[in-house]
């Protein structure tokens, strides 16, 4: 059965900062993975998702993923955070099969 | 991206009563619904799968006979939420998919928030 592992469960930053998020999947097969974000009283938006080729995945807001089979991880990172970056991020996975999500990290960037 | 379209977006309810969930794909042939609930602070889990015509499919722990789940068009599924109770207060969010698409975005509702007092 695949499962998703998010390290952080809360992270603090403030503006500007650099931001990686941990994650890592367990699954035996070819994995479709993503990243969603859920800002807060709204529902989930598609960061960025990574099929095959390039394992280095730009997404919309200036957030990329890179992923590394050999790790079984495909972390998240932005180079300056905003404050309208506060939000609840989820790794998710697929292989051919409904997404399977991590519990969540809570990111909240303070001015 | 996909739309998809969920009401109630919030309700609140007694215990005991009966709730039901809409969820719609606008621009989009729904084969496959799933259906998910969020806890407070927790991950989405997956409840049931259902297929267009079909009976649904509920993960282990879910209640098929509590979360009764209709699929009967390729754009409309309601699951409704029987004989509520505290302990069912949730976030309950859908997600239309085909499955020849299955490789490609899985696209989510903006959700329900169940409150039941």
């Known amino acids: 059965a695949q499962s998703v592992s998010q390290h952080n469960h809360h992270v603090i930053l403030s503006e500007a900062a650099s931001l990686e998020l941990g994650c890592n999947y367990s699954y035996g097969g070819t994995v479709n993975l993503f990243w969603y974000v859920q800002y807060p009283g709204q529902h989930l938006q598609l960061l960025l998702k990574?099929?095959?080729?390039?394992?280095l995945v730009k997404g919309i807001k200036g957030f990329e993923a890179e992923f590394i089979k050999s790790k079984f991880s495909f972390n998240l990172r932005k180079p300056s955070v905003q404050w309208s970056d506060t939000a609840e991020y989820f790794c998710?996975?697929?292989?051919?099969?409904?997404?399977?999500f991590g519990k969540g990290t809570r990111l909240s960037v303070i001015a | 991206g996909a739309v998809v379209s969920q009401h109630p977006s919030r309700v609140i309810c007694k215990s005991g009563t009966s709730v039901k969930i809409e969820c719609r794909s606008l621009?989009?042939?729904?084969?496959?619904m799933f259906w998910y609930r969020q806890f407070p602070k927790q991950s989405l889990m997956l409840m049931a799968t259902?297929?267009?015509?079909?009976?649904?499919?509920?993960e282990q722990g879910v209640e098929k006979d509590k979360f009764l789940i209709n699929h009967a068009s390729l754009t409309l599924s309601t699951l409704t939420v029987t004989s509520a109770h505290p302990e069912d207060s949730s976030f309950y969010i859908c997600s239309p998919m085909d499955w020849e698409h299955i490789r490609e975005t899985q696209y989510f509702g903006p959700g329900t928030r169940l409150l039941v007092l």
């Open positions: 990574y099929f095959s080729g390039d394992p």
């Open positions: 998710a996975v697929s292989g051919n099969t409904p997404l399977v």
């Open positions: 621009d989009f042939q729904a084969t496959t």
């Open positions: 259902s297929n267009e015509g079909s009976k649904a499919t509920y």
